[in-house]
């Protein structure tokens, strides 16, 4: 019997017979209902048919859309589960629900409409930017589930948005920052206009009433930066001498607060030089160096909370008469029994008491292939129940899972600090506080020598060596580099890459998503009767084609359908393809059907999968995961730079020696689980080797971000990538031995720019002290060694 035609508006089966179509794009399109079709050509008449082209193929695809069942979505009509995101005054409601699919404008339109048209509906307005929708409607003629099936009726899935207390704080973070920021150069540029008409240089014959004002209006222009700009650096300094901890905050204070309060005597006085311009100057380098680290953790808090919220909202509780119960996964408790049903995730830790399937453990394995689990076996929240259903006793709930462990050595492993950063924060401690010590005793001297120019002294020394050529010595060459290393396809994420590079002696592979492309493909066919490769292809496809296991994606599209199709766990696929009773999957399996002797293997590599008929066996079918075209080139780089190389991975399969036999390398462990990965690169860490981490997947995640440096494959998970130093975007990894010679050259360029900034930094001191530069020098040479150091970054911009 041939699969139902789906519907081309909303995915759904079409019924057998209807005759629901319109004319879309050119062709006449089966519909599953009258709603369909009217919507369908609504869209087209309202001149919005280009909607159907630019949808994503989800929207369209009824086994990728999320399939609720009606009694998961009766969960939403109960007013404890509403309590958290929906208001109810009076008659009416209201609640914000997070839209999956939408592609363009014309689905806003399509989801406005369409619900507005509903009884009980009074309001519906969706946010096109951030896809929330905003609904007002009167629960009482329409219940919440009902209002979420006619969205998903028109191929949308809807869920309760709700924001995340950390996530909506880092955003609030995030937008202040950027506002201070961009306060800081607007009015920097004015400022230095001011600033600069005053210098005599510049306007010999500027008159004293017009050189009064600009002093005022430069004053003026320069307090917001100064109490709105830079409170965060006052308010640190502040909460750094109460705690007798010096940063870069009490030395930057200084030096602005100095050259403000300068600036307001000579602009009262009418005497002296302005250095609000410095003042502005410093404002915009360093919120421009701290919005790009709030950026950055932001994006890490966010990946880490996605994978909290990888498991499921609700699951089916067995009652003792057998019945199941769709509850609320906060309702659930140990030693309860769960039922899960084919292609749903499992809610919690427990054992398997009945059925057997297969279970997709790649979250947390990196194992590409679902495993085989029967009665008594364990399984593990947020992983995958591919074939059969399962019943599963509750063994662990919430932190006591697997998935909040992997969570919990994330974060472990990111609090770790490695010692040279833990060096250089002492360092700048001790370099601060010698640099206030020296400005005090020059302050104490010039007060005994010449009073009248004690202060001037002072400032011209805190202005002179304000760290902003050291602050800026790594992030602009940093930013430079970002955009040539993009060329190559490696994203860093993270400055200590470029710095740690020479000191790099070991290299950790993962395997799957990284040595190999991490998808299976067929990679042989070999006939053993009289059917030729294509026509067991097609019997293969026919069989595979109805099974949702990763093994069918190997055999394409069936040009025929198979009817009975059976799954056994572990085992294989049984069913029938026109009057033949087929089996494919383990020889032992097959070979049962016609009572034969299993054939002989010829030596390859891979998976190997048997297909068989009543009268015998007829094609071994070899499936392999193959290896990427560039991985050799890697390690031969490798090699070539005597680094020692080690593949870790989680697959358990012979296919992890056979990767290391082909790329000759010599130490490979699989079946490892993440905390068995962290424990080596431990181990490596007490023998004293720095380690570069390549890897794919959450499974890595721990490894990624203990490791010295750690880049992540461009395919891997959000969650690795936000782990991770850098990201390989191109997901070639010839493009990482190319990076790693520009990371070199970076490197070159930010041991300038430090050498240079901190040479200038020691040389202009005793100048200073001896009242050999004056404040607008030392704002002079200040803006000249921070320009140094961009015009130096810059050269990474060339090829």
């Not at 979505?73 to 958290?84: G, K, W």
């Not at 592979?509 to 040595?515: A, F, S």
């Not at 009057?579 to 009572?595: E, H, N, P, T």
């Not at 054939?599 to 008929?613: F, K, R, T, V, Y």
Request: with cysteine; hydrophobic share 45%; glycine share 8%.
């Amino acid at each position: 019997m041939a699969s139902p035609t789906p519907c081309y508006h909303c995915g759904l089966p079409v019924p057998a017979g209807s005759r629901f179509q319109a004319e879309i794009l050119g062709s006449r399109r089966e519909l599953c209902c009258p709603g369909c079709q009217a919507v369908a050509e609504a869209i087209v008449s309202g001149g919005l048919e280009h909607y159907y082209k630019h949808r994503s193929e989800s929207a369209a695809n009824p086994h990728s859309l999320p399939q609720a069942l009606p009694d998961e979505l009766a969960l939403y009509d109960r007013r404890d589960v509403q309590q958290p995101f929906v208001e109810h005054d009076g008659e009416l409601s209201e609640t914000c629900l997070l839209i999956e699919g939408i592609s363009c404008a014309a689905c806003g339109w399509l989801i406005e409409k369409h619900l507005r048209e509903l009884p009980g509906v009074n309001e519906a307005h969706l946010n096109l930017s951030n896809h929330r929708l905003q609904v007002r409607w009167a629960d009482s003629q329409l219940p919440l589930s009902s209002l979420l099936k006619a969205l998903r009726k028109i191929g949308y899935a809807a869920h309760p948005w709700q924001a995340d207390a950390a996530a909506e704080q880092l955003q609030r973070e995030n937008r202040r920052a950027m506002r201070e920021l961009g306060v800081a150069g607007m009015l920097w540029m004015q400022v230095m206009m001011a600033t600069m008409a005053t210098w005599p240089e510049f306007n010999i014959d500027l008159s004293a009433e017009l050189d009064q004002i600009l002093r005022w209006v430069s004053l003026f222009l320069t307090t917001p930066i100064v109490f709105y700009c830079c409170g965060q650096f006052f308010r640190g300094a502040l909460r750094d001498l109460r705690t007798r901890h010096l940063t870069m905050d009490v030395s930057v204070s200084l030096a602005i607060g100095g050259a403000y309060v300068a600036g307001i005597w000579s602009t009262i006085t009418g005497q002296g030089e302005l250095y609000f311009d410095a003042v502005g100057m410093f404002a915009l380098f360093l919120l421009a160096g701290r919005y790009l680290e709030r950026r950055a953790r932001e994006r890490t808090a966010a990946a880490t909370a996605q994978l909290v919220k990888l498991l499921p909202a609700s699951c089916l509780r067995l009652e003792a008469d057998g019945r199941s119960l769709r509850i609320l996964l906060s309702e659930l408790r140990v030693g309860d029994q769960v039922l899960v049903p084919p292609g749903a995730l499992l809610p919690a830790d427990g054992r398997i008491v009945q059925g057997q399937s297969s279970i997709d453990e790649s979250l947390l394995t990196g194992e590409y292939l679902p495993q085989p689990r029967k009665v008594g076996d364990a399984v593990t929240a947020g992983t995958l129940n591919v074939e059969g259903p399962l019943s599963v006793e509750v063994q662990a709930l919430g932190d006591a899972t697997r998935l909040s462990a992997i969570v919990r050595l994330l974060e472990r492993a990111q609090s770790d600090k490695p010692r040279l950063a833990v060096l250089a924060d002492r360092v700048a401690q001790w370099f601060l506080l010698i640099v206030l010590v020296v400005a005090a005793v020059v302050g104490l001297v010039w007060w005994q020598l010449d009073p009248s120019r004690a202060f001037w002294v002072v400032l011209a020394l805190l202005v002179a060596t304000c760290p902003c050529a050291l602050a800026l010595a790594t992030p602009t060459a940093l930013t430079a580099a970002t955009g040539s290393l993009h060329k190559l396809g490696l994203l860093l994420t993270r400055g200590h890459v470029l710095e740690g590079l020479k000191q790099i002696d070991t290299l950790v592979l993962d395997k799957t998503g990284t040595l190999t492309e991490g998808r299976l493909t067929l990679s042989a066919i070999h006939p053993l009767g009289a059917l030729d490769s294509d026509a067991c292809l097609a019997l293969a496809a026919a069989l595979e084609n109805r099974s949702e296991h990763p093994i069918a994606r190997a055999f394409g599209q069936a040009s025929a359908a198979a009817d009975e199709v059976d799954s056994h766990p572990g085992l294989g696929l049984q069913g029938r393809v026109g009057k033949r009773l087929l089996r494919i999957g383990q020889a032992d399996f097959v070979c049962a059907l016609s009572g034969q002797a299993t054939p002989a293997i010829s030596g390859e590599h891979g998976q190997w999968l048997l297909l068989g008929d009543e009268q015998g066996p007829l094609a071994w079918f070899v499936l392999d995961d193959r290896l990427r075209e560039d991985a050799p080139q890697l390690i031969a780089a490798a090699k070539a730079r005597h680094w020692r190389i080690m593949l870790l991975s989680g697959d358990s399969s012979p296919m992890v020696g056979e990767v290391a036999r082909q790329l000759g390398i010599e130490d490979a462990r699989g079946g490892l689980t993440p905390d068995a990965k962290l424990a080596v690169l431990r181990q490596l860490h007490a023998e004293g080797r720095r380690v570069l981490m390549l890897g794919d997947g959450v499974n890595d995640v721990p490894v990624l971000a203990a490791a010295d440096i750690s880049v992540a494959m461009g395919s891997a998970t959000d969650l690795a990538k936000t782990s991770a130093d850098a990201v390989l975007l191109s997901n070639r990894l010839s493009s990482l031995v190319q990076a790693l010679h520009m990371a070199q050259r970076t490197r070159r360029i930010i041991i300038e720019n430090l050498t240079w900034a901190s040479l200038y930094n020691g040389l202009v001191l005793p100048f200073a002290a001896m009242g050999w530069i004056t404040p607008i020098w030392a704002a002079l040479g200040m803006s000249v060694s921070s320009l140094l150091v961009v015009l130096n970054a810059l050269r990474l911009t060339r090829p």
